[in-house]
């Protein structure tokens, strides 16, 4: 609108422009204009002489028109926006780096934008939050990009970009995100490896080894790269194309380790054990058990046989155990069986006199008085100097193990004092039992339960001299 306008109702040159898009004059309140939108550009001229652009310029982000301020970078644009715009740029900038069609950059700036709503991006590192929803948008459409060519382009952590994409999920509640096929990779790898008029059927190959790991549970809890990358390796070993594990890492952006595991758990299978001519022209239907289930088989299987074969040890050590104290008990008997001493002491027990000695003692009626018991007969009882040592060697045979205990423990006792380790016996407090013939005995019960209370107190708030005056007024 020119510079000089004038009011039509009330003839004023008071007009101003409310920063909404509406003119208005300030002297009768009548809006001239609302709504002032257009798609040219109009210029101006102040009363300087300086040229001056008409209008305010509104995005297609923007819900209204701002004010055009000379003062700040930006004019009066309001932080969101400001952040909106800025991840939208960088955005673009990422997918355009990583050749990205246009509406997978639309789709990760409309995840932004939630992201912004939901505070997201407070706290953390835009490239961080600019990687993550361009990732969710190339899962959902199942590009070949991976994290680590984020991360490679970013020169950030893989783990912090991987770390933010789990918490965006979260946020966000985004559920319909596909699992990675494997085999979506094969032409990627295929490709930077280089295998020239080949590449086809090393891909038709890889792709056959994907779909066979997948049947035998090979898939489920790793990465999809590694399982691509040992696939690639293997298809490229079957076409005679000399491939290292160290190009396989190279491409596929995994550990050489990762790689040899997918290697040992796919020889383990049916189909690890066919030539290629077989794996070519030969569909196996039959499915192998998880690795997850094979290992810990494997691990109980051996914890089984091992317990077993403790088991089996003991079982014979215990027989050679008992056939050996068998032998001993048995070898033992057939020497004292065998012992001169014993069988006389075996044939004075036989004797016909002790036995008629014995029964006229125990028969008689009154034991006690023995006057009709002569000096012979009581001589008979006892025992000669041959007959106590044959008793005494018996003995000391069947108590060997203690006799043997109480030499030890001599000789521990000896060796040290020796060093000069005394240790003083311990003494062991004996209460003797209170009877009649107990001096000092309490007289009373209320002697009784003074004498008690002065040898242990119970408690310190207990006044003990009210108990005193307590029992001598009972005493009264």
């Known amino acids: 609108m020119p510079a000089r306008a004038v009011c039509p109702y009330c003839k004023g040159t008071a007009i101003e422009d409310n920063g909404a898009g509406d003119i208005c004059c300030t002297t009768c309140g009548s809006v001239l204009e609302d709504s002032q939108i257009v798609a040219e550009v109009t210029f101006g001229e102040t009363t300087s002489g300086a040229a001056i652009v008409h209008g305010k310029f509104i995005g297609a982000d923007q819900s209204y028109a701002r004010g055009s301020g000379g003062f700040r970078k930006n004019g009066s644009w309001e932080s969101r926006e400001q952040t909106l715009a800025n991840g939208k740029r960088r955005i673009m900038n990422l997918a355009h780096a990583l050749k990205l069609p246009e509406f997978i950059g639309e789709a990760a700036n409309r995840w932004f934008q939630l992201a912004v ?25 199942e590009t070949t990009h991976m994290l680590i060519d984020f991360a490679d382009l970013l020169q950030v952590s893989v783990f912090a970009i991987g770390a933010t994409y789990l918490k965006l999920v979260k946020v966000l509640q985004i559920k319909k995100i596909p699992l990675i096929d494997p085999s979506i990779y094969i032409q990627r ?52 194309f000399r491939r290292s594990k160290a190009e396989i890492v190279h491409v596929a952006k995994v550990a050489e380790d990762t790689i040899q595991r997918r290697l040992d758990e796919f020889k383990l299978t049916a189909a690890g054990a066919l030539t290629v001519q077989d794996f070519r022209g030969t569909n196996i ?16 299987l051996a914890e089984l046989r091992e317990r077993e074969a403790k088991l089996q040890a003991a079982d014979a050590d215990a027989e050679i155990g008992e056939e050996e104290a068998e032998k001993e008990v048995a070898h033992d008997l057939d020497a004292t069986l065998k012992d001169q001493n014993f069988q006389k002491l075996s044939e004075l027990m036989k004797d016909d006199s002790i036995s008629s000695v014995s029964s006229r003692v125990f028969d008689d009626d009154n034991p006690e008085h023995l006057s009709d018991v002569d000096d012979d007969e009581i001589q008979s ?31 521990k006792l000896e060796a040290d004092q020796k060093a000069g380790i005394v240790r003083a016996p311990r003494k062991r407090k004996r209460n003797k039992p209170r009877d009649s013939t107990t001096e000092n005995l309490p007289e009373t019960p209320a002697e009784s339960a ?15 001299a009210a108990l005193d005056h307590l029992f001598n007024e009972s005493r009264k």
């Open 450 to 464: 003074k004498a008690m209370l002065q040898k242990k107190a119970f408690s310190k708030k207990i006044n003990y």
């Open 189 to 240: 790898f295929a490709v930077k490896l280089e295998f020239g008029a080949e590449t086809r059927k090393v891909m038709n190959d890889a792709v056959r080894l994907v779909q066979r790991m997948g049947k035998d549970w090979l898939h489920q809890g790793r990465r999809p790269a590694g399982v691509a990358g040992a696939c690639i390796l293997v298809a490229a070993r079957m076409n005679n």
């Open 117 to 141: 709503t939901h505070n997201f991006v407070q706290g953390r590192r835009s490239q961080y939050v600019v990687a993550a929803c361009l990732y969710v948008a190339c899962r959902q459409q």
């Open 381 to 411: 009882f006892m025992l000669s100097e041959k007959e106590v040592e044959i008793k005494s060697k018996v003995w000391m045979d069947l108590n060997q193990d203690y006799l043997k205990e109480l030499e030890l423990k001599r000789l």
């Open 285 to 300: 239907e039959s499915e192998a058990d998880p690795p997850s289930f094979t290992k810990h088989r494997k691990r109980e």
